[in-house]
């Protein structure tokens, strides 16, 4: 009786972890599949410092990035520009930089721009100027397709811009209070920024940025290599 008891036991424990097994498979396969970002733009990709910044407050980092890449693919090769995107160099993918960029700028910008409304910075009639020539350069750099599938406002990105203006007042008021430093050290990839990383607080969400496959958001290519 005992040795029967035994044997369904093993097969309920067996049942239980191929069940647990599957479950996690497909989860995993959830995680690899390339996420549709313009039916998720309220999910949230990144925490800066407590704040939560949306893949749709990302979108004009993503719209800049995926153009200039795709220029510089252009040139590469005409006829098929996402074999510039599946170019594996420097020991990552092109289109893996490019995420990391879009990622590196809008928390560099989140960080400067709040920096920017604690001292209640607001911009000057010569840089209100310089936005508008920056806007109309963007608008006009950007592909058709990109402004015709346009998830977001043209507000929604216009003040998007005009955020980063600000971060980049406080950014260069900071290098001029600042011995020693100088306006690149602040970018993103800067040293001096890197530092001051250190006294904020920064969390990516894996589960939902893992899933974005740049080159294929406002922009469309066959084939694209996934990245893991």
Partial sequence: MKQKWFFWIRILIFIGLGIALLAYGLYSMQLRE??????HLDEVAVTVDGREITLGD???YVLYEEQVVESAAEVYDSEQTRHFWNIHT?????QEEAKDNIMGMAVHDAIFYEMACRQQMVLSSEEKATLEHRRSDFWSDLYDIQKEELPVSYDKINRTMQHIALAQKA???LVEETEGVTYAGYDWQGKDYQRLMEAHEVKVNKKIWKRVLIGNVSLEHDTLITID
């Fill in 34 to 39: 390339p996420l549709n970002y313009t039916e």
């Fill in 90 to 94: 420097n020991q990552s993918f092109v």
């Fill in 171 to 173: 950014q260069a008021k």
């Fill in 58 to 60: 990302m979108y004009f």
